[in-house]
T-cell receptor, first 110, second 114 residues
């Protein structure tokens, strides 16, 4: 059975801190890995990663994939209170649409 | 519309009743997905439609769950004889061509079974 595990489950930091969120996976027929941010309702797309070692960057957020060790990290630098959310990692395989991890709940305190 | 639209946003019903949830995907997106998110949990895949192909129903938890997508656009998820464990947020997503394109989510329908 395909499995996606995120850590930590929750995290509390102060504004300005840098955080690293982890996602490891065990799946068959890996195609790509995606990161989403979920605040109150709809998850919003952050990154899609298909190749190892190529960093994707958007403002203070960046992510990288290691297909040999089967994991990805999401970094957020200079965190702000608006970064508070649940961050979801999901893997696309040949078998089904997306397999999601349970998410990391990030709380950024002023 | 600009994004994925779901209705109703909230639904409260009694155990044993049937419910229908609606999803209107982004115009032009050929792929449509349904997920379920229980309180504090990640998203659980339910069903996937791609164009005119037979849907991937492998995530449906029981035969009380079914979904249709008419005309390649709007989709309806139906839950028959609802049970309390069906209470969750049901999220719909669409993507341009398939799983290798980012999925864009609607705000979901929060279903509460009394």
């Amino acid at each position: 059975e395909d499995k996606v595990v995120q850590s930590p489950l929750s995290l509390v930091v102060h504004e300005g801190d840098t955080v690293t969120l982890n996602c490891s996976y065990e799946v068959t027929n890996f195609r790509s890995l995606l990161w989403y941010k979920q605040e109150k309702k709809a998850p919003t797309f952050l990154f899609m990663l298909t190749s190892s070692g190529i960093e994707k960057k958007s403002g203070r957020l960046s992510s990288i994939l290691d297909k040999k060790e089967l994991f990805s990290i999401l970094n957020i630098t200079a965190t702000q209170t608006g970064d508070s959310a649940v961050y979801l990692c999901a893997v696309v395989t040949g078998r089904r649409a997306l397999t999601f991890g349970s998410g990391t709940r990030l709380q950024v305190q002023p | 519309g600009a994004g994925v639209s779901q209705s109703p946003s909230n639904k409260v019903t009694e155990k044993g009743k049937d419910v229908e949830l609606r999803c209107d995907p982004i115009s032009g997106h050929t792929a449509l997905y349904w997920y379920r998110q229980s309180l504090g949990q990640g998203l659980e895949f339910l069903i996937y439609f791609q164009g005119n192909s037979a849907p991937d129903k492998s995530g449906l938890p029981s035969d009380r769950f079914s979904a249709e997508r008419t005309g390649g656009s709007v989709s309806t998820l139906t839950i028959q004889r609802t049970q309390q464990e069906d209470s969750a947020v049901y999220l719909c997503a669409s993507s341009a061509t398939g799983p290798n394109q980012p999925q864009h989510f609607g705000d979901g329908t929060r279903l509460s079974i009394l």
